[in-house]
């Protein structure tokens, strides 16, 4: 008897364990979205050597997991549509996936104007009372900067709702709700945007690495690493709080102010937003692989003072993602930075016209790319314009053109060539099947003109014909190069028909003021 009672326990104990031993990333919960058309990979842990069975309406497929527990499974592709329920079983162990659709399904990602909440946007109490979209479904991942590769985050998905849209990218949603609108089909969209990133922070720090083209910048990070201690430092921390309060208890007691300089608990530069490869194991890696149609992405502010760096650290960026997710060159869609600090009366260098000109030399770079310009959208006192449904309409647009094939005008126009005609300029533009229009006045305004001796002068500008502008100023005789927006918040106003912006540029290549930043 008290053998057989043994027996029955240990019994008990194997099934918990193996029960116990199932385990599903948070990517696959209820209500999550599927890309359609696609293969479909579902992943996961489970006991060492067990056999895995993963059912999808009536697929079914079984896997073993290899000695680290990992498994992985593939299901042959679905069309758009669902509710489906997915099943997965190992031993007695089982978990249910219920109101699983397939559609379209996008990853929002960069610093703080893509993690910007629709809370916090234009219009924000209206837009709300009309986000009812069952078949739009959010999910987002918590920021955790890491150089250990993560496989799993602290989320779900969830349906779009008054009660859920707040709290969410409004880019990323105002973008999802256009193609759910204009598609028709479910919409999954994955928010792991972090403030402030850099995007040395997004990329395999082997990749950093082996490019060799930003050993001064690991360096600087490496002795970082190596010298700094958080506890000593937020013991430092606690000491000059002391003190300061202390101060601030005397001020108090003599009837005076109190004291400014405050001490503020430091940052551990270790675990965060700047850091190498801190988010691409933190917020990235635990999503790798899941099928997605593209990304958008919105970032750059916090690498302006080293635009030219970033010529070659982006799109080493896209590179390093669609090498990782195995699906080819899916599209990558960014924001281009906005108009942004005070206006200048007179031309002159700017770090963030540099980083737009970088940004812009990527789609040269990459296949499947493209930049929503938005010089027209910013604010000069706030680096977090609220107007994010414009900014989301003109990334919908590319995805909408390129991806689903609507025949609609998705690009801006964009410099393409010039021709000196006695003190003139005639420049060329790409005009992607509009025409060159103006907005406001019909005073070209943005433009500027230059000599040999590279002094730039505010010019006469006026469009010639649907793709041609004439650039002139009285005080350059024998122009060489014109610019065009270069500046952080640039007064211009050429366009397309559709209403999209020109896209900043310069046909010089004179050293920028941040060619030498590392």
């Known amino acids: 008897m008290h053998s057989g009672l043994l027996a029955v326990l240990f019994s008990c104990l194997l099934v918990g364990s193996s029960q116990a031993e199932l385990k599903l990333p948070n990517l696959f919960t209820d209500h999550m979205v599927l890309q359609r058309d696609m293969p479909i990979y579902i992943w996961g842990q489970a006991s060492k050597g067990a056999d895995v069975t993963v059912a999808l309406g009536d697929q079914k497929v079984t896997v073993n997991a290899n000695d680290d527990g990992r498994w992985k499974a593939e299901l042959k592709s679905l069309p758009a549509g669902g509710?489906?329920?997915?099943?997965?079983?190992?031993?007695?162990?089982?978990?249910?996936?219920?109101?699983?659709?397939?559609?379209?399904?996008?990853?929002?990602?960069?610093?703080?104007?893509?993690?910007?909440?629709?809370?916090?946007?234009?219009?924000?109490?209206?837009?709300?009372?009309?986000?009812?979209?069952?078949?739009?479904?959010?999910?987002?991942?918590?920021?955790?900067?890491?150089?250990?590769?993560?496989?799993?985050?602290?989320?779900?998905?969830?349906?779009?709702?008054?009660?859920?849209?707040?709290?969410?990218?409004?880019?990323?949603?105002?973008?999802?709700?256009?193609?759910?609108?204009?598609?028709?089909?479910?919409?999954?969209?994955?928010?792991?945007?972090?403030?402030?990133?850099?995007?040395?922070?997004?990329?395999?720090?082997?990749?950093?690495?082996?490019?060799?083209?930003?050993?001064?910048?690991?360096?600087?990070?490496?002795?970082?690493?190596?010298?700094?201690?958080?506890?000593?430092?937020?013991?430092?921390?606690?000491?000059?709080?002391?003190?300061?309060?202390?101060?601030?208890?005397?001020?108090?007691?003599?009837?005076?102010?109190?004291?400014?300089?405050?001490?503020?608990?430091?940052?551990?530069?270790?675990?965060?937003?700047?850091?190498?490869?801190?988010?691409?194991?933190?917020?990235?890696?635990?999503?790798?692989?899941?099928?997605?149609?593209?990304?958008i992405w919105y970032q750059g502010e916090s690498n302006a003072g080293r635009a030219y760096q970033y010529r070659d650290l982006f799109p080493m960026m896209i590179e390093n993602w669609r090498n990782e997710w195995g699906q080819g060159d899916f599209p990558f869609y960014w924001v281009q930075l906005a108009d942004f600090r005070q206006e200048k009366d007179e031309p002159s260098e700017s770090d963030w016209a540099e980083l737009r000109e970088a940004q812009t030399m990527t789609m040269d770079r990459l296949p499947n790319t493209g930049e929503a310009v938005i010089i027209d959208l910013g604010e000069a006192e706030d680096i977090h314009p609220k107007n994010k449904q414009d900014v989301a309409k003109r990334l919908a647009r590319l995805a909408l053109a390129n991806e689903y094939g609507y025949k609609i005008v998705s690009r801006s126009p964009r410099y393409k060539s010039m021709k000196v005609d006695g003190d003139a300029v005639v420049l060329e533009f790409?005009?992607?099947?509009?025409?060159?229009?103006?907005?406001?006045?019909?005073?070209?305004?943005?433009?500027?003109?230059?000599?040999?001796?590279k002094k730039f002068v505010h010019a006469n500008a006026s469009i010639v014909d649907a793709t041609h502008v004439r650039v002139s100023s009285s005080e350059v005789k024998e122009p060489v190069a014109v610019r065009y927006a270069w500046a952080d918040n640039p007064e211009a106003n050429l366009q397309n028909s559709q209403g999209l912006p020109a896209t900043p540029f310069r046909t010089d290549d004179w050293d920028g003021v941040t060619k030498n930043n590392q």
């Open 83 to 295: 509710p489906h329920q997915v099943v997965v079983q190992s031993g007695d162990s089982e978990k249910v996936i219920k109101d699983v659709l397939v559609g379209e399904v996008w990853v929002c990602s960069g610093q703080s104007n893509m993690q910007w909440d629709v809370n916090a946007a234009n219009d924000a109490d209206i837009e709300k009372l009309t986000a009812n979209f069952p078949k739009m479904r959010l999910i987002s991942v918590p920021q955790v900067g890491t150089q250990e590769p993560q496989d799993n985050f602290n989320g779900k998905w969830e349906l779009c709702t008054p009660d859920t849209v707040g709290s969410f990218s409004a880019v990323g949603y105002y973008f999802g709700r256009q193609l759910e609108q204009t598609l028709d089909v479910p919409i999954g969209l994955i928010d792991n945007s972090w403030g402030g990133s850099s995007a040395e922070a997004w990329v395999n720090r082997d990749v950093l690495r082996e490019s060799g083209k930003f050993d001064a910048l690991l360096d600087r990070w490496k002795k970082t690493e190596s010298t700094y201690d958080h506890e000593n430092a937020m013991a430092q921390y606690r000491e000059n709080l002391k003190a300061w309060q202390k101060k601030a208890e005397e001020a108090k007691a003599a009837g005076k102010p109190t004291p400014g300089g405050r001490p503020g608990a430091p940052r551990n530069p270790l675990t965060n937003q700047h850091r190498p490869a801190n988010l691409y194991n933190g917020v990235l890696n635990p999503i790798i692989g899941y099928g997605i149609r593209g990304v």
């Open 430 to 453: 790409d005009t992607f099947g509009s025409q060159l229009d103006y907005f406001d006045t019909r005073a070209l305004q943005g433009f500027t003109i230059a000599g040999k001796d």
